[in-house]
């Protein structure tokens, strides 16, 4: 957390931590209530200053991924994301293996805002300029696109965040979930070669929710928000009927 990181082998180790870290989290939900209180209230400064100045280190101003356009070796920019995306797993760890308390507690209260604030422009970004990088696995932006959507998933679902984002939720589905979703021009291209990976990879999407792919998020947190929004569902069939 004091931004002493440099290198490949800091980042290597890094990883190692976040990794262990991310085992040790989910075995939290075995805890009594009293012991989960004492870890949440002990540890969720700290964790929540180290992961968001990791974060901070590796990503510029207007987005959390890194792309191929940048000054840095492809090695480079792929070992990056893939420490971001471990920061982001270890958070959603976090708040979903704590029994929710973690997302009651101020640090996150404070932290969380401006986290989605920061992931929803990243999305918006991404939509926008670089939405065919995302299959390119040797950058490896879907894995930390992924876990971003995964840590919203958790966000936008419990309060506070639930009510919070509550108004910008029309906005989110049509302008950032359905362009995500939508098949892209070599997906469609190769369907009549894989035909079969390509509808497997439509019922993961629509029902699974067993890949660690950008779609397959997706669809989860449109199930979601369809379940604990009320009037989603309409607006969304509604605009499906008139296309």
């Known amino acids: 957390s004091k931004g002493v990181i440099d290198g490949n082998s800091d980042c290597t180790l890094l990883r190692k931590v976040l990794d262990l870290l991310s085992l040790t989290?989910?075995?939290?939900?075995?805890?009594?209530?009293m012991k989960m209180d004492d870890i949440v209230n002990n540890y969720?400064?700290?964790l929540c200053e180290g992961i968001c100045a990791v974060i901070a280190k590796f990503s510029d101003d207007k987005n959390f991924v890194t792309f191929k356009q940048s000054s840095l070796p492809q090695a480079e920019i792929a070992m990056i994301n893939s420490?971001?995306?471990?920061?982001?797993?270890?958070?959603?760890?976090?708040?979903?293996?704590s029994h929710e308390k973690a997302v009651t507690h101020q640090k996150l209260l404070t932290v969380m805002p401006l986290m989605i604030k920061k992931i929803m422009s990243s999305l918006k970004d991404i939509v926008d300029h670089h939405i065919e990088e995302i299959a390119n696995?040797?950058?490896q932006i879907e894995i930390l696109l992924y876990q971003m959507l995964f840590l919203l998933s958790r966000l936008i679902t419990r309060e506070p965040f639930h009510t919070e984002f509550h108004s910008q939720i029309s906005s989110f589905v049509f302008n950032i979930i359905f362009p995500l979703l939508s098949s892209s021009e070599n997906e469609i291209n190769n369907i009549n070669e894989s035909p079969e990976e390509y509808y497997a990879s439509l019922i993961d999407t629509m029902y699974d929710f067993r890949l660690k792919k950008v779609k397959t998020v997706c669809g989860y947190i449109l199930t979601r928000i369809c379940e604990t929004y009320d009037g989603t569902s309409r607006r969304i069939l509604n605009f499906i009927f008139q296309m």
């Open 25 to 33: 989290i989910k075995k939290l939900s075995i805890l009594s209530e």
């Open 44 to 46: 969720a400064n700290i």
């Open 83 to 97: 420490l971001k995306a471990k920061c982001f797993l270890v958070l959603t760890y976090f708040i979903q293996f």
């Open 137 to 139: 696995a040797e950058y």
